[in-house]
């Protein structure tokens, strides 16, 4: 069987989203007084990271509240896998309690992450609102009833195809691809 892996968003193409993203973000939460940003562990958290570095730097808004959320756990088939999943770590150092919480993840898929994202910030307390924010969404391949807020790109791939994002700070590069295996 042949593989492909075809390049869906450039350096340049992933800029332009964050920014237009940052953008959204201001337009639906002004001065981000209620507001907390969690990445979702493992993939959320570079992007997470990198819209604060943008907000903060680009827009001079500060302080918003990060904390990254492993939802190991949590998760449906976490007893389902024939060799164990690995945990990754929770950091969340504030009340989530009456707060505006933004989960930010980098593909939404079937959903399944977000549920679980759902179930274990409850731990944290009891969120006014949860928005949710991804890079890309596959459209045509949730198993849940969860949609993006927020998105950076709509994708739709098919059969065994899976949606990859790279970062410079992990894999050395910034780039999207529809890997084929």
Not at 48 to 56: G, H, I, N, P, V
Not at 64 to 80: A, E, M, Q, V
């Given at each position: 069987?042949?593989t ?11 800029k ?25 562990q ?18 001079r ?13 949590f998760?449906?088939?976490f ?33 399944r ?23 890309i ?11 993006p ?10 059969n065994?195809?899976?949606?990859v ?17």
């Amino acid at each position: 069987m042949n593989t492909y892996k075809k390049q869906i968003l450039t350096e340049n193409e992933i800029k332009i989203m964050l920014h237009r993203l940052a953008c959204e973000l201001i337009e639906n939460h002004s001065d981000f007084a209620n507001t907390v940003f969690i990445g979702i562990q493992p993939r959320g958290t570079s992007l997470a990271k990198r819209l604060l570095e943008l907000l903060t730097t680009e827009y001079r808004i500060t302080n918003i509240p990060f904390g990254i959320l492993d939802i190991t756990f949590f998760r449906d088939d976490f007893r389902r896998n024939a060799r164990p999943l690995e945990a990754n770590s929770t950091a969340i150092d504030f009340i989530v309690e009456d707060k505006k919480v933004v989960f930010i993840d980098d593909v939404l898929y079937t959903g399944r992450s977000i549920r679980a994202a759902l179930s274990a910030i409850q731990s944290f307390g009891r969120p006014a609102e949860i928005e949710l924010l991804v890079l890309i969404d596959r459209r045509f391949s949730r198993h849940l009833p969860i949609q993006p807020d927020y998105s950076g790109k709509q994708v739709d791939a098919i059969n065994q195809e899976r949606v990859v994002v790279h970062w410079k700070e992990k894999e050395g590069e910034d780039a999207v691809y529809v890997i084929d295996k």
